[in-house]
């Protein structure tokens, strides 16, 4: 901690940026100076006479805008922890992160009201209405050190429930200041977020980059290909950054122009000076064709909820394709064989991350937090190898773990979801590869005697219990999973079955 420091430095940057324009969402523009004062207000409401929340934690369910970022900025200056909540997950699993987190209060918007409300009333959780918190007395603000906690991001994982990434003030700060750096943000810069904003894509990567920068961060509420396009076309934007199905989304939109707008189209991508797929792996036929399209040669990174980014293709240099290039300023990166012993170029391993930009802990789990870091280096559980310096990703040790549009599954928490359902008697959740999903969730099941059932009626029920990118898109119905001697279901050989 820096012993001088009386504001988190985003508030001093902010400052810095005054009367600049910051957010351009549906219902108009925010400046720096409003994004100051109504994050305030959000703060003052929060203590509601308090000295400090002292890390209390305040779970958000808010439609990206200005709305989004005052209630993040103003959840920390008043000493909370940020609870960004999904926009597309269904009660349960809203009632799980909340509950986990132990929020203690529900900032919602007229957008989220109905599913807010009732939600933050039934767990005895104080509700705030986003719109409702009106002109109130200016208070005086917690100083908030960079080392407390300050958000917690759920993230899916090799256990059957969610974990919630706890990171810091300073680790934050390492995660966009590193990227500020590589990827040389300005306050020239406008960007277009068009990612949900419960992961750190969204978060960190483009909306908090773009404040610190003092760049414009343009929001919409959900992806749209042809409003994206459109933005291009606006020749104002310079800087996108998407996940892969995005782009293939684009490339499909552009395919369906007619000759003269996709000329447009081109011509108008190839304006911006930087566009970043990342979150997942980045096909390269995918890279090929957008640069035949977009004019660029995408630049491919790869991150993680627990470390933010942690390895980039060059800016400025040569972009290699199906690789993530190397580590980022004040990230160091290390490859390992199963006993942690360090493995040199050419031989795959276990990615270990290490540096300012990795997370504190998960939430209430000292357990899992310590096996998840080997003398100090966190363990990612991606497998990669190094050629000439330059890292290539060769995927997960564990199968459990899906990774599909982007958003990172675990098998094990569908199939105990799916489970519950009365015609189910076993299954296996698996990831099959897709061309648009990256992965597709795949359910193969066992029925119990005299059921029927169909993928369609299967995603009806699923639709109240698991957000839309969860639910299978597969289905296969068997006598008996296949199981090794152990009687233990082999993942590897229903990934076969599909295909
Ligand atoms: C949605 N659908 C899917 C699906 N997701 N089908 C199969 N697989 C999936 N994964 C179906 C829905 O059920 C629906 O079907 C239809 O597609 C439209 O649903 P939607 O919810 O409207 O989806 P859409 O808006 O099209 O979403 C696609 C997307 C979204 C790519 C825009 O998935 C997305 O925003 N992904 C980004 C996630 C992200 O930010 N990841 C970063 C993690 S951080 P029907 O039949 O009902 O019409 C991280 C670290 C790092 O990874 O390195 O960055
Ligand atoms: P999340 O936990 O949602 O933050 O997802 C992080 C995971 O996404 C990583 O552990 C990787 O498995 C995957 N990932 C991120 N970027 C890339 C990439 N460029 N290529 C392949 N996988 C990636």
């Not at 305040?58 to 609870?83: E, N, Q």
């Not at 005895?124 to 050190?145: D, H, Q, R």
């Amino acid at each position: 901690m820096n012993p001088t420091q009386t504001e988190l430095p985003f508030i001093a940057r902010a400052r810095s940026h005054g009367a600049r324009v910051a957010i351009f969402d549906t219902n108009g523009c925010a400046t720096y100076e409003r994004l100051l004062a109504v994050s305030e207000r959000v703060a003052a409401r929060l203590l509601d006479g308090r000295k400090d929340l002292d890390e209390a934690r305040v779970a958000f369910l808010i439609a990206p805008g200005t709305a989004w970022v005052a209630a993040l900025w103003g959840i920390w200056r008043a000493g909370g922890v940020a609870v960004p909540l999904a926009l597309a997950s269904t009660r349960p699993e809203l009632e799980y992160y909340v509950s986990d987190s132990g929020a203690e209060t529900m900032l919602y918007d007229s957008s989220t009201a109905a599913m807010a409300r009732p939600l933050a009333e039934a767990l005895g959780m104080k509700a705030i209405a986003y719109e409702e918190i009106g002109p109130i007395a200016p208070a005086e603000l917690p100083v908030v050190s960079l080392d407390r906690r300050a958000m917690i991001i759920f993230t899916s994982g090799t256990t059957n429930k969610p974990k919630g990434v706890v990171t810091t003030h300073a680790n934050i700060t390492a995660q966009i200041t590193t990227l500020i750096e590589a990827w040389e943000w300005s306050d020239n810069d406008r960007t277009l977020l068009t990612l949900p904003l419960h992961h750190v894509h969204g978060i960190i990567n483009v909306t908090s980059c773009a404040l610190w920068a003092g760049a414009v961060c343009e929001m919409m509420a959900r992806f749209d290909a042809n409003a994206v396009w459109e933005r291009i076309e606006s020749g104002k934007l310079t800087v996108f950054m998407a996940v892969p199905t995005i782009y293939l989304r684009l490339i499909s939109s552009w395919e369906a122009a007619s000759v003269e707008r996709r000329r447009e189209m081109s011509l108008a991508a190839g304006k911006l000076r930087l566009m970043v797929s990342g979150s997942a792996a980045l096909p390269v036929p995918v890279l090929e064709r957008w640069r035949a399209i977009g004019g660029h040669t995408l630049l491919e990174r790869y991150g993680m909820t627990e470390i933010g980014m942690a390895l980039s293709n060059s800016y400025g240099g040569e972009r290699l394709p199906g690789c993530v290039g190397k580590p980022l300023p004040g990230v160091e990166v290390q490859l390992v064989n199963e006993q942690g012993e360090l493995l040199g170029e050419g031989v795959p391993g276990e990615i270990e991350v290490k540096g300012p930009s990795v997370f504190r802990e998960y939430w209430n789990r000292p357990d899992a937090t310590r096996e998840a870091f080997r003398e100090g280096w966190f363990r990612t559980g991606d497998t990669a190898v190094v050629e000439k310096g330059v890292y290539r990703i060769l995927g997960r040790t564990s199968i459990d773990i899906l990774k599909s549009g982007g958003h990172k599954l675990s098998a094990l928490e569908i199939e105990e979801a799916l489970l519950g359902h009365p015609a189910i008697g076993e299954c296996a959740v698996v990831g099959i590869p897709d061309e648009e999903w990256g992965q597709r969730v795949a359910a193969m099941v066992v029925l119990r005697a005299g059921t029927e059932l169909e993928l369609d009626s299967l995603r009806t029920w699923a639709r109240d219990r698991m957000a839309p990118y969860k639910m299978p898109s597969v289905l296969k119905v068997v006598e008996a999973l296949p199981r090794n001697a152990m009687g233990k279901t082999v993942k590897s050989e229903v990934v076969k079955l599909f295909s």
